[in-house]
């Protein structure tokens, strides 16, 4: 008995890293390369893509299909049935092609690609045909070979997560604002919900890596309130170790979590009313601490604005905070309104964080109309992080009497955005040309690669924070102490 409960023991950690697996599997699907045609005698090759596994196999225009692998029955088949029996194939591995050649049965072997590699190409062309993009000085250098980097990007990595990470890598040449993949679970968990409707149960938080002398490590860098991971009693600053026993560097539930390759922010894939547990350090050099979180919410930017409001207690007496998580709803404007009627009205100063995701110019107008409005003194948070819609109304609002705005000079990253769907509900952000909308309410000043600069500077180191915050510290010492007159330069 003894030794079978030793036995146990010793799989338990390889059975649960091994399912763990399963939020990063292989990539799928059987690509060709080709574009096909339905005649009488089953489907007909029309076009053969450069580079492609149809190319390798020596697939030649006017080949039949005949048979693929064990699907014997496509001269029966549609087009899109052909296609849907090919998403279901893996890819990668050799099948046996037949097909009719000058009515002769000629026997060929193909290695399909994964079907992420049609989603490069797609991509590819759409970068190409993009004003933004042909725009560039150096176009020819950065678009010139692009397909082909796509493409490579997904043939060379392992795993799906992988090919996230390398298509996203290749995207960061272009050092163009709101240019980056979202995954699925990355993109429902932002929304709250998925393409069903059906809330997506997260932990509410970013992560990001940071190389040092060391090698690359992970911080958490952004908790939503009310959220399971700060509900939990992880802080901003603490070390991300490991999840469920595996190293985060290589667990499988880490994905991209929306921004540019160079942020290099994650967050962790969860399964639903799951509970996780964290591997954290607190403080550099110590001892690793260990806490479960369950997946039991599916807290939305709303939720977590809505969380936020607080008088901020004995050591900030008077003042007030809010955290507008992002700008993408009209509801974020009604909350706004009604936490200063209420829970901030007898604040006698108000804090303002705007750090983290943009959003919307009807609702940027209507945060920034409605804290020129209430005439308080308002420091206003920002970062590196800030971003988009945030950095205008820090543009708007920066001069203005009674405003200070407090923290780093914001991201730079005011594009507007669009996305392209892949096949696998993966989502591409990429920027669409309204420079002139945008550029209406800087005065005509072009904020991307720019940003907007603080009235007053706090240097904001991410490890080890141990929970402290200080440009949220500094903003209450300057406005106990009356706020510094605003620079006249807005960035």
């Known amino acids: ?107 060929l072997e193909i290695t399909p690609d994964p079907a992420l590699v049609r989603d490069a190409r797609a991509l590819a062309r759409r970068l190409k045909d993009h004003r933004l993009f ?26 799906t997560q992988s090919a996230y990470e390398a298509l996203n890598e290749v995207l960061d040449r272009f050092d163009i604002s709101h240019t980056a993949v979202i995954p699925p679970w990355s993109y429902a968990s932002m929304l709250g919900k998925g393409s069903d409707g059906k809330p997506v149960f997260h932990l509410g938080l970013t992560i990001q890596k940071i190389a040092g002398r060391t090698g690359e490590r992970f911080f958490v860098r952004e908790l939503m309130y009310g959220g399971g991971a700060r509900e939990a009693g992880l802080r901003i600053g603490d070390e991300l170790v490991a999840v469920n026993g595996l190293p985060f560097s290589n667990s499988p539930r880490r994905t991209l979590a929306g921004y540019e390759a160079r942020h290099a922010m994650y967050t962790i894939q969860v399964d639903t009313e799951e509970s ?16 479960s979180i369950a997946a039991d919410r599916a807290s939305t930017a709303i939720d977590s604005t809505r969380k936020s409001i607080r008088m901020l207690g004995a050591k900030a007496r008077g003042l007030g905070y809010i955290h507008l998580w992002n700008l993408l709803s009209p509801e974020t404007v009604s909350i706004f309104e009604k936490a200063l009627r209420e829970k901030l009205g007898p604040a006698r100063a108000l804090v303002i964080d705007l750090r983290g995701r943009g959003g919307q110019v009807p609702v940027l ?42 923290g780093e000079t914001t991201a730079g990253a005011v594009r507007a955005a669009g996305y392209i769907t892949f096949e696998d509900r993966a989502r591409v952000m990429i920027p669409v040309n ?15 690669g720019r940003g907007v600069s603080p009235d007053a500077i706090v240097e904001f180191h991410l490890p080890f924070l141990a929970g402290q915050d200080p440009i949220l510290e500094r903003a209450i010492s300057l406005l106990h102490a009356g706020a510094p007159k605003p620079a006249r330069r807005r960035i």
């Open 1 to 107: 008995m003894r030794n079978l409960l030793l036995a146990l023991l010793l799989l338990a950690s390889p059975l649960l890293h091994s399912d763990e697996g399963r939020f990063d599997p292989p990539l799928k699907g059987a690509y060709l390369g080709v574009s096909l045609g339905k005649i009488s005698a089953g489907l007909v090759v029309l076009k053969i893509e450069d580079n492609s596994a149809a190319q390798a196999a020596g697939l030649r225009r006017g080949d039949v299909l005949v048979r693929f692998g064990h699907l014997d029955e496509l001269p029966r088949m549609s087009v899109r049935q052909l296609w849907e029996a090919l998403s279901k194939l893996p890819g990668r591995i050799a099948y046996e092609l037949a097909v009719l050649r000058d009515e002769r049965k000629v026997l």
């Open 134 to 159: 042909t725009a560039l000085k150096d176009k020819k250098a950065l678009l010139g070979n692009i397909e082909i980097d796509l493409i490579a990007a997904v043939r060379r990595s392992r795993s």
């Open 276 to 291: 996780v547990r964290i591997d954290y350090r607190r403080e550099a050099g110590e001892a690793v601490h260990s806490l």
């Open 365 to 406: 107008k209507a945060i920034a109309k409605r804290i020129i409005a209430d005439g308080r003194p308002t420091a206003l948070l920002i970062d590196d992080l800030t971003r988009s819609a945030k950095e205008i109304v820090a543009y708007m609002l920066k001069g203005k009497k009674g405003i200070t705005l407090i």
């Open 434 to 448: 309204v420079r002139m909308r945008i550029e209406s309410l800087t005065g005509g000043i072009d904020l991307e």
